[in-house]
Nanobody
Framework: QVHLVESGGGLVQAGGSLRLACTAS????????MAWFRQAPGKEREFVAA????????AYADSVKGRFTIARHNAKNTMYLQMNNLKPEDTAVYYC??????????????????WGQGTQVTVSS
């Protein structure tokens, strides 16, 4: 069992920055890959970024590449998403997720076994 709690969301103007955090408990943190997804109103949940168990391999959606950075601190059981140069289209609920049997760093929702409750990010124009 893995319990995930996101924090750090909020309201920011376009061009601004936010850092999201996801704190995990339960299974050994360094044993699973993790990812961030987001869901805007009326849209499906979409992949944002993923990171492998050690933090050495990452993947990003094209829409956030160069603006967002995913990282993890295994000793603190925490994953981060640094979001810079935010745009109104980044407005969504952001969810962290855990893949307890990772083969690769996946961008597919069905590969992730546990999810947090989400944190709202709103970017005003």
């Amino acid at each position: 069992q893995v319990h995930l709690v996101e924090s750090g969301g909020g309201l920011v103007q376009a061009g601004g920055s936010l850092r999201l955090a996801c704190t995990a408990s339960g299974r050994t943190f360094s044993s699973y890959a993790m990812a961030w997804f987001r869901q805007a109103p009326g849209k499906e949940r979409e992949f944002v970024a993923a990171i492998n168990k050690s933090g050495g391999i990452t993947a990003y959606a094209d829409s956030v590449k160069g603006r967002f950075t995913i990282a993890r601190h295994n000793a603190k059981n925490t994953m981060y998403l640094q979001m810079n140069n935010l745009k109104p289209e980044d407005t969504a609920v952001y969810y962290c997720s855990a893949d307890i049997n990772p083969v690769v760093v996946s961008q597919y929702r069905h590969d992730y076994d546990y999810w947090g409750q989400g944190t709202q990010v709103t970017v005003s124009s």
